[in-house]
């Protein structure tokens, strides 16, 4: 059973940054070999951030967010980074781990989610 533990959400004013982390910490099937990171803003549809996939360190970025954050992990100790630089106030929501899936499409898991909160 894939147990996903996510942590480093918090507040920042715009144009700071903020490095989220995930850990799978369950049993995980080998064929999902791609982790990643979902958001949800307030009154808005759940949204694609980032992803990577293990074999061949093959990324997917959102438009909104490349050039700004960069999704990075360990494959073997299942997990997964999401480096948030030059955060702007449309980057508020609940940002979930996935696991599972690739490019931009809805992933196999969730995790619970992590507040990340940008004033201006």
């Known amino acids: 059973q894939v147990q996903l533990v996510e942590s480093g959400g918090g507040s920042v004013q715009a144009g700071g940054s903020l490095r989220l982390s995930c850990v799978d910490s369950g049993r995980t099937f080998r064929s999902l070999n791609t982790m990643g990171w979902f958001r949800q803003a307030p009154g808005k549809e759940r949204e694609f951030v980032a992803r990577?996939?293990?074999?061949?360190?093959?990324?997917w970025y959102a438009d909104s967010v490349k050039g700004r954050f960069t999704i990075s992990g360990d494959g073997a100790k299942k997990s997964v980074y999401l480096q948030m630089n030059s955060l702007k106030p449309e980057d508020t929501a609940v940002y979930y781990c996935?696991?599972?899936?690739?490019?931009?499409?809805?992933?196999?898991?969730w995790g619970q989610g992590t507040q990340v909160t940008v004033s201006s």
């Open positions: 990577i996939m293990w074999s061949g360190d093959i990324t």
């Open positions: 996935t696991v599972g899936g690739v490019g931009t499409a809805n992933p196999a898991y």
